[in-house]
Every structure is written in structure tokens, then in C-alpha cells.
């Protein structure tokens, strides 16, 4: 689905505020700041992934339609696995804090451009592989993408959160 022209600022005003966690959503940045390496590191039974792969993920794909938007043109990956560490851990300390930061600042770089003007935000894109054929995207329609993704995987993080009896976040979290 393409971003449309008409009643784009409340889209605008809702995708800047969804990137940051607000209504309904717990801020993803808020998910990961407070947390140990240690607890990173974890997974969880009949669960694939660590909080660090999750992050790590996510941070592949914000950075893949970032660069979209700005204009190159990345490789898409061969195979879903391509886009997720192989390792449940980070291999340092400082790589997990340096992954949060890379977060962050991945946040920061779609909220600007969300905040663009408008024409900006339907600006096409041209297509990134094969299964999109046919289909139109613009840079709206891609950052809402990135919104839902981050989303889906954020709920994963704090249902992991949870398991490891590490929820809520210091900043707070809904815990009913």
C-alpha cells in the first residue's frame, strides 16, 4: 500500500509518534537501553532468537530502507537468515551498547524523514527484488513498513523481557 496524499499529517503526526513507541506502543528504544548484555544474550525455550538478534534484525532492515530512501540501492538478501546474526550474543559488551546507539540513531533518521515534507514522503521507490513486480512503494509506504516490522519485534522483545523477569524497562512499560 502507498502513502497518500490526502490526510497526511495525522499519518505524519502518528507515524513520527509510532516510531517512538507512543499510544499503544512501549518505546523500542526504552526496551533496550536498561538492559545487560547478559540478559541480551538470552533466549527463551521454543523461542529462536535473542533479545541481541532481534535488535540486530531490526537494525538491518532500518538501515536497508534508509538507504532505499536516500537513493542507493542495497542487495537484497538471498535468504531471510542473511538479515539476522548467527550468534545469540553479541561478541562484546560494547557491541551491544554500540548496537542501541546504531538504534537510536536509526530511530532519529526515519523520524526526520517522516517529518519531511509531504512530497517527500511520496516520492517513489523504485522496487527492491523480484516478488515486488508490479508493485508501487513510496518512502511513506516504506517507513510505516519499518514501523509495523519494528513493532512486531519489539512485542517479541518485551514478551522475552518478561520470561527473563526483566520487565518493565526503567523508563516504564505496560505491565498488565
Known sequence: MAWRSEGNHMSQSALVELLRGK??????????????TEAASRTIPAFPHS????????????????RRIDGSTPHYPQHAAESWPAQAAPPTDADWQAEIERFGSLLERQAQIAQSDPAV??????????QQAGKSSNVGALLWQTVVHNSYHTGQIAMIRRALGRWPPSRGGDSW
Not at 499510544?23 to 545487560?36: K, N
Not at 514522503?121 to 523480484?130: D, K, Q, S, V, W
Open 51 to 66: 533479545i541481541w538478534q532481534l535488535l540486530s534484525h531490526m537494525n538491518y532492515w532500518m538501515d536497508y530502507e534508509i
Open 23 to 36: 499510544g499503544a506502543h512501549v518505546d523500542p528504544l526504552a526496551c533496550l537501553e536498561d538492559l545487560p
Open 121 to 130: 514522503l511520496l516520492r517513489e521507490i523504485p522496487r527492491a527484488h523480484e
